[in-house]
């Protein structure tokens, strides 16, 4: 029995969606921009030359990215001997929930509510909610923020008052910073894990824990982040290999994102490189007939938003160059597929995810273009490969 391997880069678009002006995305392309500002000498901090992505360029990376968005990608664009095209989504949201639900076949039928962008961006009987159950009699931040100057900016209010920092974005999203001694980290996780079910009430997709630890002027953010995101709109690709009584495996967020439905085994890591050795292992090991489901954040979080191109490509090659370890362990038969659920041009305005289209490169099956296709079709075609049906809006491209 074959199995299927579901990668998803955290945030490597590769541009050209329609409705990327709606999102004020229009000419956003992460990768291209990447792969340019290497070849410009734009991105030197350890790392130089042109954007080297040898193992993803060889299924298709480049013809991907040229595909989605009309533009050549410098450094990329060998002949593909992989599976390749790219993705174009219909969620109306450019966030991990529905990049990620979409790609498992669940398009995200609803507005997510989101915050006005001023202070205080809450309303007050949200407020009133998180106060009582912190039992703080206030709260900090109340505002659009990145995570790191919004610790920064609140953490000795925070230190003296202990009231939780609690900001948004341009996501449906509540998400509270703490430390976790002063505040206290099971304090912290309670709260948000209390708070979620009246936020997903109200169409808000995730309340976030964000940890943190050291000093003001000192901090950093932990790797004990909790997401406590809604439940997918119905059942996902996982729910259907699940319901079939095959095994399922997520690496990373992936259990965080589908509120564990359909999920068997979580593993976890603090960094990506750890979740890659998780997914080497499981490429060994994994059961006939099952998925493995993988989320790499670290593009998103440590690159994409803090717009640090360098630290992109710097990523983007490392995970390149780890890659024929984890096909080493593959078998005859099996398909792995390499997407992302959003964009986060790291050469972008601002600090926010950007709308574009996604690649989908295909390692097993050999040389095939498969075209532009829906975020859905990725899940319904790692189900046709698992020789099961996912019902719903995608059709296969196998
Ligand atoms: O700057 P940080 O706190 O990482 O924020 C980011 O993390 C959130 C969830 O991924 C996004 O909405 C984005 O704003
Ligand atoms: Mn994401
Ligand atoms: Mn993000």
């Known amino acids: 029995m074959a199995r299927a391997f579901l ?3 955290d945030s ?3 541009g050209g969606a329609p409705d990327a002006a709606a999102f004020g995305d229009e000419g956003a ?3 291209l921009h990447i792969a340019r500002a290497c070849a410009d000498g734009k991105a030197r901090e350890g790392r130089s030359g042109p954007l080297f992505l040898p193992h993803l360029d060889r299924l298709g990376l480049g013809r991907a990215i040229e595909l989605a968005s009309g533009e050549q990608a410098p450094g990329l664009g060998a002949r593909p001997e992989g599976l390749w095209g790219a993705a174009t989504e219909v969620s109306q949201g450019k966030d991990t929930p529905s990049g990620h639900w979409e790609l498992a076949g669940q398009p995200v039928p609803w507005d997510w509510t989101l915050f006005p962008d001023r202070q205080p961006a809450f309303p007050p009987e949200l407020t009133e909610a998180i106060c009582r159950l912190a039992g703080t009699e206030g709260i900090l931040g109340n505002c659009h923020a990145a995570g790191l100057p919004v610790i920064a900016r609140y953490c000795e209010e925070h230190r003296q008052s202990l009231w939780p920092i609690c900001y948004t974005s341009a996501d449906s999203v509540l998400q509270i910073a703490a430390h976790e001694e002063w505040f206290g980290l099971d304090r912290l996780i309670r709260l948000c894990e209390e708070l979620a079910p009246i936020l997903h009430s109200q169409r808000v997709g995730r309340v976030i824990a964000r940890p943190f630890s050291g000093t003001c002027g000192a901090t950093r953010r932990t790797p004990n982040r909790r997401d406590f995101a809604m ?3 119905g059942p996902t690709l996982l729910d259907c290999v699940a319901e079939a009584g095959r095994a399922t495996h997520a690496i990373g967020k992936i259990g965080d994102i589908f509120s564990m439905q359909g999920i068997g085994r979580l593993w976890k890591g ?3 490189a ?3 050795e998780h997914l080497v292992q499981l490429g060994g090991k994994a059961e006939e007939g099952s998925l493995t489901f993988a989320n ?3 593009f998103d979080t440590l690159y994409g938003h803090p717009r640090d191109v360098s630290g992109y490509a710097r990523a983007l090659e490392r995970f390149d160059a780890a890659l024929p370890r984890f096909f080493a362990q593959l078998r005859p038969g099996d398909l792995a597929i390499f997407t992302a659920d959003h964009g986060n041009d790291p050469t972008w305005h601002g600090t926010e995810h950007t709308r574009e289209r996604v690649p ?5 099956p050999g040389a095939k273009s498969i075209g532009l296709c829906g975020f859905a079709d990725v899940g319904a075609s790692v189900a046709r490969h698992l020789g099961l049906v996912l019902p719903g809006r995608g059709s296969s491209f196998l």
């Not at 989908?360 to 097993?364: A, H, I, M, T």
């Open 360 to 364: 989908v490169l295909g390692y097993g």
């Open 12 to 14: 490597v678009g590769c």
């Open 29 to 31: 392309n992460t990768l």
């Open 296 to 298: 790499f954040v670290e």
């Open 270 to 272: 603090a960094s990506d």
């Open 7 to 9: 990668i998803v880069l």
């Open 274 to 276: 750890d979740l890659f």
């Open 231 to 233: 439940a997918p709109p």
